[in-house]
């Protein structure tokens, strides 16, 4: 009888998170209503600030994921992120999670995570 109450109310949750998922790509599913910027995945971002697949891949062509250490070669290490990201609060980049991967979060061909929120509810919006 309890198995069939939640598997009743699951599939019901189900239908919801199905009709919801649909309502919402009505809504945003349309790029045209969306900003270019936001748009944008991270790889598209870099190539317009000249950044080219080469500059984060170093094998040719380019199939591995970038190591953390190439992003901190140009955007400083996890001191000089905190500072620039100083104002958000809490500090995305200074955290009792030390000096995780960038990859936890920003990924550069989809869409990025919030890897706080595995365990908290931040309104972090990771470019
Ligand atoms: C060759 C230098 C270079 C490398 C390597 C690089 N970036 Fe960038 N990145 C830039 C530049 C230039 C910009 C645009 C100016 C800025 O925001 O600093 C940028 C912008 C960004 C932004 C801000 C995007 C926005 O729209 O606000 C993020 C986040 C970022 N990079 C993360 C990364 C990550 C993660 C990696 C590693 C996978 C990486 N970058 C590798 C140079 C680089
Ligand atoms: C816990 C998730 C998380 C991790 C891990 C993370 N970031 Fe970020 N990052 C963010 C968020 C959130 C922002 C947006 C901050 C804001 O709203 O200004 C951001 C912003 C940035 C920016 C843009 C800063 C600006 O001034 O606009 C850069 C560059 C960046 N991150 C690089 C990195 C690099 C390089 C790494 C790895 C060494 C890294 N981040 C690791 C969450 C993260
Ligand atoms: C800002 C650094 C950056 C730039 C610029 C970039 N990549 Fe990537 N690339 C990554 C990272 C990080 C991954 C790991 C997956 C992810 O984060 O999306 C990756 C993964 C890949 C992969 C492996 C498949 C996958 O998605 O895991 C391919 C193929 C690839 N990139 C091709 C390219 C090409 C082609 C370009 C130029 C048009 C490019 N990348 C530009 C950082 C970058
Ligand atoms: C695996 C779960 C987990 C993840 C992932 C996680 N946290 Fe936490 N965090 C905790 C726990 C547990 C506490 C302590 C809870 C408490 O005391 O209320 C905590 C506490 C905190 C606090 C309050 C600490 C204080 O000074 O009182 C902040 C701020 C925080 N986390 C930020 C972050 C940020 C930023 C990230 C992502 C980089 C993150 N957390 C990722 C579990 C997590």
Redesign the pocket.
């Known amino acids: 009888m309890r198995f069939r109450f939640n598997h009743v109310s699951f599939s019901k949750y189900l239908t919801f998170a199905v009709a919801a998922g649909v309502a919402l790509f009505v809504a945003f599913g349309n790029s045209s209503m969306l900003s270019a910027d936001s748009a944008k995945l991270?790889?598209d971002r870099?190539?317009a600030a000249g950044?080219?697949?080469n500059?984060?891949?170093k094998e040719t062509?380019?199939?591995?994921?970038?190591k953390t250490e190439v992003?901190t070669g140009c955007h400083g290490d996890y001191d000089a992120l905190a500072k620039r990201s100083e104002k958000v609060e809490p500090n995305p980049h200074e955290s009792h999670e030390g000096k995780i991967e960038c990859?936890m979060c920003?990924?550069?061909?989809?869409v990025s995570d919030n890897y706080c929120s595995r365990c908290h509810a931040f309104g972090f919006k990771v470019p």
Do not use: D
């Open positions: 991270l790889a870099h190539k950044i080219e697949c500059s984060c891949h062509p380019p199939k591995e994921a970038v992003c990859g920003h990924h550069s061909h989809r």
